[in-house]
Nanobody, 122 residues
């Protein structure tokens, strides 16, 4: 119904930067997303919250990325961004976009993107 599609991942050297994008799209005439978030999952590790942002602009970051990553969004475009600076090898993971999606006349469900790979290596 409503899909989240991530893009912007790739291979970068330590200290480099990447900007991830997450676009929510669907055929519904109206859907509402309050909070959008970025999660990541490294091989052999649990998926963890990286950053989240509300439609009002309130943000939350994992301690490991504070000062390096910045989450933002364009409500008109239903798009969230994750600017990642000073990347470290430990940032290597598949990054997923997540959002509770309210579809009028249907209900609310937790939507996940398919992920985009971020690899930080020299």
């Amino acid at each position: 119904q409503v899909q989240l599609v991530e893009s912007g991942g790739g291979l970068v050297q330590p200290g480099g930067s990447l900007r991830l994008s997450c676009v929510a799209s669907g055929t519904q005439r109206m859907f509402i997303i309050n909070t959008m978030g970025w999660y990541r999952q490294a091989p052999g590790k649990q998926r963890e919250l990286v950053a989240a942002i509300t439609s009002g602009g309130s943000t939350n970051y994992a301690d490991s990325v504070k000062g390096r990553f910045t989450i933002s969004r364009d409500n008109a475009k239903n798009t969230a961004y994750l600017q990642m600076n000073s990347l470290k090898p430990e940032d290597t993971a598949v990054y997923y976009c997540n959002a509770p999606v309210l579809i009028l006349g249907v209900g609310e469900y937790d939507s996940w993107g398919q992920g985009t790979q971020v690899t930080v290596s020299s």
